[in-house]
């Protein structure tokens, strides 16, 4: 054969000829646009309309480059999001490159609904944003592999008994922390109405909620500890990183805002689990199966907060054996019940409180307003997650979780006969699940929804503040042998404190000139969704879970300079000022 095909093979050749990718053409609905920087290369795809990206399972985005010559580019590494798709090649050359190369790769994307698509594009890389050097990825050696020699604002190694006396302290700061504030508030609401009630009776609810906190730590712990064993890479507030999760907790949050504003009540015979309404009314012979209950819902919604001294005394305990992480679990329960255990114990000191009224009844009300805020809250950590598409058809969920406490309060009341009383119970919860099959299962195909795994966001415009580069480990690699200062920032959506941390401190301008007069390289670590990459990094600074941020000095890579979960302006500028 000379190269040309024969007769019988020609329908052969032209079709898989058609399949060969084209460059990338231009389209209305789709835009690409590519950039490069130290040793690495982006490409940045958009959506507009109402065309969404396939961003997970068969169609998932790629980008396939080419080896060219001296330039070895390595593994693609890919944020996608239904409207944005964004990528990073790291790059690196076997000898100095003196001229602009060409990189030429295929990329690879499904739009939802719709075929697979494949171009082919070529990105020209000037000379001077390629180092010679071996090829990133993760390989040994990484960042991952390498030992620090960390500096802290504070501290250094302490003691075990340190640790435990800080898991203690952040366990009582959580009582205050935005997550958990609504939940512990009814509870103080709780104990003004038990003024009057026999102290045994009061100590008993004191103690039953302070059971629920200890058993859902050490529930928690439990599952730290299997999934570890299992070879997991899991961290505090993890449970958060799961879709299906938040939207329960918003379906439960948003039941308990309707019970606090009276739509219903539950009112179960004899020595059933009571409802949180009637846990909030402590009828006398009732309430300690709700009081425990509201130990583990405050628990439940702590768990995103990461508390002054929490932070270290966490990352320690999930780099320990077991029975540290027991340990340091049951001294963080410890802390957050104590306030409760101490209040009711003392039952005298109950009258320091307000006096019971009139006014509880707008209070009641009042507090459901925060377990709103908390909903408007979840659905913004789902939308982040994914999309908002997924946020309209949970809100068509709540509509029937909704419903479903109205029939409860309607129609199963004390004066209901209880066949009129079960059976409405059960239209409630078919309810309820036919909503959740209808309106998620089949609407959104959670599963796949799921496996999105997303570190990357977009980077903010030139002048509206710092420059943030998403986060990737070949990425990394590559930033720390640069010579700017790089800061990390490990950050996620359902983190309260990192939020405050962003507008407070962050987004201040004296913080973003300094970032800009110190040329200062920002990269944003988003652990909203899970990354198992992200996690591992997290341990390297004896950290399980965020905030956290670290600056790393030009040259000085291999000793960062680690600041507190919560930060100032002050500690953030004297930071940088050391690391230059």
Not at 91 to 105: C, F, I, S
Not at 224 to 245: D, K, N, S, T, Y
Not at 352 to 367: D, E
Request: charged share 15%; with cysteine.
């Amino acid at each position: 054969m000379t190269g040309q095909s024969s007769p019988d093979n020609a329908g052969l050749f032209t079709t898989f000829g058609k399949q060969v990718p084209l460059p990338m053409g231009t389209d209305g609905d789709i835009s690409v646009a590519t950039a490069t920087r130290k040793n690495e290369v982006n490409i940045r795809l958009s959506a507009g309309g109402a065309v969404e990206f396939v961003t997970s399972g068969p169609g998932s985005p790629d980008f396939y480059p080419e080896e060219s010559g001296d330039l070895l580019p390595g593994r693609t590494a890919v944020s996608a999001a239904p409207k944005q798709i964004a990528m990073t090649v790291p790059l690196t050359a076997t000898q100095p490159v003196t001229q602009a190369v060409t990189v030429r790769g295929t990329l690879l994307y499904a739009l939802a609904g719709g075929a697979l698509h494949a171009g082919v594009i070529e990105i020209s890389v000037p000379p001077e944003s390629v180092s010679v050097g071996t090829t990133s990825g993760t390989p040994a050696g990484s960042i991952l592999d390498r030992n620090f020699e960390i500096s802290r604002t504070s501290g250094g190694t302490q003691p075990l008994i340190l640790y435990l006396f800080f898991a203690f302290l952040g366990g009582l700061l959580l009582n205050i922390m935005p997550c958990v504030l609504p939940v512990i508030a009814l509870k103080v609401f709780g104990l003004v109405k038990m003024a009057g009630d026999r102290p045994a009776r009061i100590r008993g609810l004191g103690f039953s909620f302070a059971a629920g906190i200890l058993a859902s730590f050490l529930a928690l712990a439990m599952v730290v500890i299997i999934l570890q064993l299992a070879g997991q890479q899991v961290g505090w507030g993890f449970q958060f990183q799961e879709p299906r999760f938040v939207i329960a907790m918003a379906a439960l949050v948003f039941a308990f805002g309707l019970s606090l504003f009276g739509v219903f009540e539950i009112n179960l015979p004899g020595s059933a689990v009571m409802g949180i309404s009637s846990a909030v009314a402590h009828q006398k012979g009732s309430g300690y199966s709700a009081s425990f209950g509201e130990g583990v819902f405050a628990t439940v919604l702590a768990t995103p907060c990461t508390a002054p001294f929490l932070g270290s005394a966490l990352g320690f305990a999930f780099a320990q054996p077991w029975w540290v992480i027991l340990l340091i679990f049951t001294c963080v329960a410890a802390g957050m019940a104590i306030p409760y255990v101490v209040l009711t114990a003392r039952p005298a000191w109950i009258r320091f409180l307000p006096k019971p009224g009139a006014w509880m009844v707008s209070a009641q009300q009042f507090m459901g307003f925060l377990m709103m805020a908390t909903l408007l809250w979840l659905l913004y950590i789902l939308g982040k997650q994914m999309g908002m598409e997924a946020v309209i058809w949970t809100g068509a969920f709540l509509l029937t979780v909704g419903f479903a406490c109205w029939l409860i309060g309607k129609f199963a009341t004390l004066a209901a006969s209880r066949r009129a009383y079960w059976l409405t119970w059960i239209a409630a919860v078919l309810l309820v699940v036919g909503g959740y099959l209808l309106f998620l299962v089949s609407a959104l195909d959670i599963n796949t929804a799921i496996a999105v795994e997303s570190s990357g966001i977009p980077a903010a415009a030139a002048g509206e503040g710092i420059e943030w580069k998403q986060f990737s480990l070949a990425g990394l690699e590559e930033d720390l042998k640069g010579d700017r200062p790089v800061f990390l920032d490990f950050t996620a959506e359902w983190c309260l404190t990192c939020k405050v941390n962003e507008k407070t401190v962050l987004d201040a301008k004296e913080v973003i000139d300094r970032f800009h007069a110190l040329n200062v390289l920002a990269v944003r670590a988003d652990w909203t969704n899970r990354n198992a990459d992200i996690t591992r990094l997290l341990s390297k600074f004896g950290r399980s879970g965020v905030p956290l941020y670290v600056i790393f000095p030009p040259g000085r890579s291999g000793t960062p300079i680690v600041l507190p979960e919560v930060i100032t302006r002050g500690i953030v500028l004297d930071a940088l000022d050391k690391a230059r």
